[in-house]
């Protein structure tokens, strides 16, 4: 019994073909991933299934029938549902606000909260979701939220579940809970369809893997009738080699490039998110920062960049940078990759080469004196597209018509410009194909022997322990344990962070 | 004063909560009153005209929040409003004061239509739209009022025959003993007694029936499922339309009541308050209520409490041929900013603890050197409070996410 049959699907955007001849056949109760590089057309796809956007051509059949969709509450009255790349919740609003929204329990024409509260509880407890339905939104750090997402989900009734990229900022606990519920799942009759970038999770829970390359569907595999590996989807999906992330030898040098001392940074309620990190990075050194989100890390990088105050010393490159505005930090050489790229990286409604100049208006190639120079900017944001390999029809969209991932890669371009001394980068490889990984990592690695000095933080333990010349864990905003890059597993960094073991090493 | 701010802390139900607040409030009242020596503070006449200058302001306030809460930013009430005083006179004076409300609706849907029209179907900028609708509705008033009144008995080109009164509600028996309660000038109990007398003397109907809208809006906004997507739409529109909520009609809903809700202020305006349509007669409470709004942190309570202030201040000067009793009310701001400093100070906010307590200093310094206020500063009053409640407020409000945002469907983010 197929669940969902998608026949010749076409898709097209003003200078893009998003999907092209789409034919996808999804086993009723199984876990069907897909894969495919950044720009496939992958959520694109999902969107289609949806109801969320309207194919050009084509035709779905859900459970045997055909249907067509106008929008999302079609889908979600024949049992689908979504959890989407990017979060769709309202912050202002509870978990039991967000989740109710759409399908909410009457009783005498109010809101029966009451009815929502209980019915939220047990599906929480039935799937191990653990959530409070009180709790704002917006207090939530990413694990919870994507749980609450899938509440949304489980809450409509829907038995075709699809998941565009739900791993990518969960740590690795966090990613075995989310399986063992999609197993859960699974045994209970529900269909999943997965979409990531990471390959060996892909292989630990789908049945079935489809692949998507610019546009169309290539291979499906059968992980019960074959035996699958990363390296064969790697092949089929960009046609490359399986990169790794590593760096070979030391280049740190003596020079210190970022000098940390006692940071500590209150929130309005008087709570310390960080207290008294203290650290150096030198010329040539990545330090990694591994911690489970939501333990500081985010209030670190802000306090160095200047978008938060903190109290303590921050000196860059022999300079006291402590009492400098952001801008003057950023013109120290210091660049910066914040995680969250549609709020802090980018303006969407904008088209690209405006956002070329985002964080470095003052900097050539984007001004000279006070006077911007649009020209330069343009050709400069082409030389980013070409070396960086961002799939954009051109820089004159906006840049919310770019996939997740090339809107990634069009920051590491910009950031990389200029050859900055110091990098902030907050996940830089997160929602990236493997492709794009590799080149990323290459770029990191390439600027690190010539001297950059980096502050990684990244849900990769992988890349984290790959890339990073030392590693300090975080816990509730004070460092608990140093790492040692070339000795320690994963598990050993992740029971570190979630404070099980007091030292990794 | 602390032991209210600590019951305020404390995890007490919300009743328990207001009544210390509303009790504190009463007590500051007093001692204003007995040291300034002002009876007129609390007085009958006092709070009755407080009350019918706060519900126009409240009802434009709430047409704002009904708008803001869709995520459409609305400066066009002033416009809105100005239409629905002169759908209330144009129909008023003719069929009666019930018509005249119906003219108003009628008048407001007008105004919200090409609000939501401009701003909702074809994303125009929602400040200049609002604008646009601000000149929009004075024109459109100005022109057709020259047509309608210039011929008719008793009206001429900028004002409107009179409009026949609607009930009002005077209860004598419980009104004329407090208002003697009240001359005693006991501590507290006097207060009360004023402003129950005050608000239950020539009581109108409009008022009570604004007062149902309060109440009516906090229901369905926070209670029902239509009430829920509403605001869902202006928290995150994307997401709302992920679980098929359909933002568009949303949107236009929100704007749509929200034009409705000024013009009635507009209405009480004319009906009400002067029984005819004037020219210029809104005075810019359009932007006031929206003031009131964003003062009351996009809720329908705490818009009310702001209508309330701006209503009571304005009523306090008009009433004060000699100025004191606004001097009494330099006072009563004074405290109000110790108040915010000992807040400020349990905070560990120095900068603005220090900036408070300049403030306060120089209005009592000022008090005490005085013994009346110049009207040019009393005339000014009401806008000096407005700022300085939305610059001390402003770090602690929370307005939807996605106000003033227009929404495009399909535009991934
Ligand atoms: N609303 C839109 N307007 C214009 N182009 C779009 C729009 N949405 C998607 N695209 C384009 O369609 C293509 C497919 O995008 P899609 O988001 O489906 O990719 P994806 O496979 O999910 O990639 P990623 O792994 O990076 O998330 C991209 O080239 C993208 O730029
Ligand atoms: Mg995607």
Do not use: C
Request: aromatic share 6%.
């Amino acid at each position: 019994m197929l669940a969902v049959e998608l026949q010749g699907i076409w898709k097209r955007f003003p200078g893009v073909i998003a999907n092209s001849n789409i034919n996808l056949k999804v086993e009723q109760g199984s876990v069907h991933a897909i894969v495919g590089e950044n720009g496939a057309g992958k959520s694109t796809l999902m969107k289609i299934l949806y109801g969320m956007q309207r194919a050009d051509e084509g035709t779905i059949s859900v459970n045997g029938k055909i249907v067509e969709f106008d929008s999302p509450s079609d889908s979600i009255e024949v049992g689908i549902g979504m959890v989407h790349q990017h979060f769709m919740l309202a912050d202002n609003f509870t978990v039991l606000e967000n989740v109710v929204l759409g399908s909410e329990p009457t009783k005498a024409g109010s809101i029966d909260f009451a009815a929502a509260k209980s019915r939220i509880s047990e599906i929480s407890d039935s799937y191990g979701l653990e959530i409070d339905a009180d709790a704002l939104v917006g207090d939530l750090g990413v694990g919870d939220r994507q749980r609450v997402e899938i509440l949304k989900v489980l809450y409509r009734g829907a038995r075709i579940l699809i998941l565009d990229e739900p791993t990518a900022v969960l740590v690795p606990h966090e990613v075995d809970e989310l399986f063992e519920a999609l197993r859960g799942l699974k045994s209970e009759g529900i269909t999943v369809i997965f979409i990531s970038h990471k390959l060996d999770e892909v292989l630990q829970i789908a049945d079935e893997i489809t692949v998507i390359r610019r546009g169309t569907t290539v291979a499906t595999l059968n992980q019960k009738t074959q035996t699958v590996t990363a390296e064969q989807l790697a092949e089929l999906m960009v046609g490359s080699e399986l990169p790794t992330p590593e760096t070979r030898g030391s280049t740190v040098t003596e020079q210190v490039v970022l000098l940390v001392s006692e940071l500590t940074s209150v929130n309005s309620d008087g709570k310390a998110e960080i207290s008294d990190l203290s650290f150096k990075i030198h010329a040539g050194e990545i330090l990694g920062i591994a911690g489970v989100e939501g333990n500081g890390q985010s209030e670190l990088v802000e306090a160095i960049m200047g978008t938060r105050a903190a109290t303590g010393s921050i000196w860059i490159n022999d300079q006291d940078a402590s009492k400098l505005g952001t801008r003057k930090r950023r013109e120290l050489g210091v660049a910066y990759i914040p995680e969250d790229r549609s709020r802090l990286a980018l303006l969407l409604d904008a088209p690209l080469w405006e956002n070329r100049i985002l964080g470095h208006q003052t900097q050539a190639p984007n001004a000279k004196g006070i006077r911007l120079t649009p020209k330069l900017t343009k050709m400069d944001t082409k030389r980013i597209i070409q070396e960086f390999d961002v799939r954009t029809p051109g820089i004159d969209v906006l840049a919310s018509a770019l996939s997740g991932g090339n809107q990634q890669k069009f920051i590491v371009g910009r950031e990389m410009s200029g050859n900055p001394i110091l990098l902030i980068a907050s996940h830089p490889t997160r929602g990236v194909d493997v492709g794009a990984q590799a080149a990323i990592w290459d770029e990191l690695r390439a600027a690190r022997e010539k001297g950059l000095a980096v502050l990684l933080i990244s849900a990769d333990l992988d890349e984290l322990i790959g890339m990073s010349d030392s590693i300090k864990v975080i816990l509730r905003g004070k460092f608990v344990a140093d790492a040692d890059p070339a000795t320690v597993t994963p598990q050993q960094l992740g029971n570190a962070m979630t404070g099980a073991l007091k030292a990794a090493n | 004063m602390t032991a209210v701010l600590s019951i305020l802390k404390s995890g007490a139900s919300r009743k328990v909560k207001f009544l210390a607040l509303f009790i504190a409030v009463l007590a500051t009242l007093s001692l204003v009153r007995m040291w300034a020596d002002v009876l007129d503070l609390t007085s009958r006449g006092t709070i009755s005209a407080a009350l019918g200058l706060a519900v126009p302001i409240g009802l434009a306030g709430l047409g704002g929040l009904w708008a803001e809460r869709a995520g459409v930013v609305n400066i066009g009430l002033e416009g809105m409003m100005i239409l629905g005083t002169f759908g209330a006179g144009w129909l008023g004076w003719q069929y009666g004061p019930w018509a005249g409300l119906l003219g108003a609706i009628l008048f407001g849907l007008l105004g919200g239509g090409i609000f939501a029209l401009a701003t909702v179907t074809f994303g125009v900028d929602q400040i200049i739209a609002g604008t646009a609708i601000n000149i929009l509705g004075l024109g459109f008033a100005q022109f057709f009022a020259k047509i309608a009144f210039s011929k008719a008995p008793g009206g001429g080109p900028t004002q409107s025959p009179s409009i026949s009164a609607l009930p009002t509600f005077t209860f004598d028996r419980l009104s004329d003993p407090l208002v003697s309660l009240h001359g005693k000038g006991y501590f507290i109990i006097s207060e009360l007694a004023g402003l129950i007398s005050g608000v239950f003397f020539r009581l109108s109907i409009l008022t009570v029936f604004s007062a149902g809208l309060f109440a009516a809006t906090a229901f369905i906004l926070w209670r029902t499922p239509f009430g829920l997507r509403l605001r869902s739409v202006g928290e995150n529109p994307h997401a709302a339309d992920s679980l098929g909520v359909n933002v568009y009609l949303y949107k236009y809903i929100g704007v749509l009541t929200s034009g409705v809700m000024a013009a009635l202020g507009g209405a009480f305006l004319a009906i009400a308050a002067s029984g005819v349509y004037r020219e210029g007669q809104t005075g810019g409470r359009g932007f006031i209520g929206l003031a009131t709004m964003i003062f009351g942190n996009w809720r329908p309570g705490g818009t009310a409490i702001g209508a309330g202030l701006f209503g009571y201040i304005d009523a306090l000067r008009l009433r004060d041929a000699n100025g004191t009793a606004m001097r009494a009310i330099v006072l009563l701001g004074a405290l109000a900013l110790i108040v915010l400093a000992i807040l400020a100070i349990r905070k560990k906010r120095y900068q603005v603890v220090f900036g408070l307590g300049i403030t306060a200093a120089v209005l009592i310094s000022w008090f005490l050197l005085t013994t009346a206020l110049p009207r040019e500063v009393a005339l000014v009053a009401p806008y000096l409070a407005t700022l300085l409640v939305l610059a001390f407020a402003s770090q602690r409000l929370r307005p939807p996410a996605a106000d003033g945002i227009p929404y495009r469907k399909g535009e991934s983010k």
